[in-house]
Structures are given as C-alpha cells and as structure tokens.
T-cell receptor, first 114, second 114 residues
Framework: DTGVSQDPRHKITKRGQNVTFRCDPI?????LYWYRQTLGQGPEFLTY????????KSRLLSDRFSAERPKGSFSTLEIQRTEQGDSAMYLC????????????FGPGTRLTVL | AQSVTQLGSHVSVSEGALVLLRCNYS??????LFWYVQYPNQGLQLLLK??????LVKGINGFEAEFKKSETSFHLTKPSAHMSDAAEYFC????????????FGSGTRLLVRP
C-alpha cells in the first residue's frame, strides 16, 4: 500500500535561501493539496491541483511561494528567499476526483529557517 | 464562510475513561465533516467522516462522532481511552462546489493518564 510520500522529511535552511519540497500522491489520485501547519495550529490550505492545473491558491501564498504539478503526478512546492516565518510543517494530501472529500495526507516536510 | 471551533486545546482523561472531544462548525452550505488524528512529527490520519449519510459515524480505533445539525456540532467520542490514543486531534470541514479544501480547527491534544 503506497500512500502519499514527501521529500525531504526535514529541511534546515538559512534565511534568504530557496527551498523545494516534493510530494508524490497516491498514484490514481487526480487531486493534490498543499497545506501549512505552524506549531500549535491546525493545517491551513495553501493550494490545490486537479491533474496538472492549479485551480486555487490561498491568500497565504505570497509571490515567494510557487507550486507545480507538471504531469499531473508529483508536485513541487518552492519557497524563494525564505524567512523565519516560513518555518512550519508543509503537508501534502491527495484525493480522487468525484470522491474528492477523502484526502490522504503525507508525513509532511518540516522546514526550519535559521 | 466555513469555520471550525474546537473547544479545549488540551483534554486529559484516565485510561479506560470516556473520551469526548468537541467540535462546532459554521457553514452556509451542507458541510462534510472530518476528524483526523496526528501523532508527533507525522502527517494526519483520517479517523472518520460525515458526508450527509448516517448522522452517527463510526471510525477506526473505536472512535465515533455524531452530526447534530441543530447544534452545529460533530463531537468525537470513544467509550474507553487507551494510552495509544494520546495524540493531537483535528476537526475539519469542507463542502461541495469547492475545491474540497479542508478548513481545520486548531486541534485538541488528548492526554491519557495511566
């Protein structure tokens, strides 16, 4: 049973550096979501793909954040010019269209910006 | 706008005691409601969901929740707590005609005393 995987699991970077995270969804799932979770809070929606199309972005996403899903399979989330406030857990989830309410989450990437 | 409120950031129970975690929602359209559990440094695991079928929903690990429209509540219960239930629990809402993005509450940390 291959679930949602994320890489890396942990990332430590210095302020101002760029970082990229990868998410591999469950293979037949056409919807992919990114969430951000800060300490002591619930996850907050960042963006959503249906196949390769990015259909919605949260206002949380500044122009330093970008996400892609080029072939409708894996996705990447890039943060440019990282700030200390970007330190958080970045979670990816996937679901099957038509049964879109089921979202399966990956283990997350924990980002620490020094 | 849709939102979720979880009453009590921390709940402590004795092993074998009833677990009750509270969730109230606000939604202008019929909601889909979820409970997820998160263990330290891990992603979220779906416990159960309500999607307009039976109002009493049974999930994994002996948990269940009841959708009460009149009270706008979806409280999570378990008759007898086990040490392994200690974790963070999140209530979430989504709805049709959206990306099905999840709106999460701030979470309740369940502590189980021996």
């Amino acid at each position: 049973d291959t679930g949602v995987s994320q890489d890396p699991r942990h990332k430590i970077t210095k302020r101002g550096q760029n970082v990229t995270f990868r998410c591999d969804p469950i293979s037949e799932h056409n919807r992919l979501y990114w969430y951000r979770q800060t300490l002591g809070q619930g996850p907050e929606f960042l963006t959503y793909f249906q196949n390769e199309a990015q259909l919605e972005k949260s206002r949380l996403l500044s122009d330093r954040f970008s996400a892609e899903r080029p072939k409708g399979s894996f996705s990447t989330l890039e943060i440019q010019r990282t700030e200390q406030g970007d330190s958080a857990m970045y979670l990816c989830a996937s679901s099957l269209g038509g049964q879109g309410t089921w979202q399966f989450f990956g283990p997350g990437t924990r980002l620490t910006v020094l | 706008a849709q939102s979720v409120t979880q009453l009590g950031s921390h709940v402590s129970v004795s092993e074998g005691a009833l677990v009750l975690l509270r969730c109230n929602y606000s939604s202008s359209v019929p909601p889909y409601l979820f409970w997820y559990v998160q263990y330290p440094n891990q992603g979220l695991q779906l416990l159960l969901k309500y999607t307009s079928a039976a109002t009493l929903v049974k999930g994994i690990n002996g948990f269940e929740a009841e959708f009460k429209k009149s009270e706008t509540s979806f409280h999570l219960t378990k008759p007898s707590a086990h040490m392994s239930d200690a974790a963070e629990y999140f209530c979430a809402v989504t709805w049709m005609d959206s990306s099905y993005k999840l709106i999460f509450g701030s979470g309740t940390r369940l502590l189980v005393r021996p």
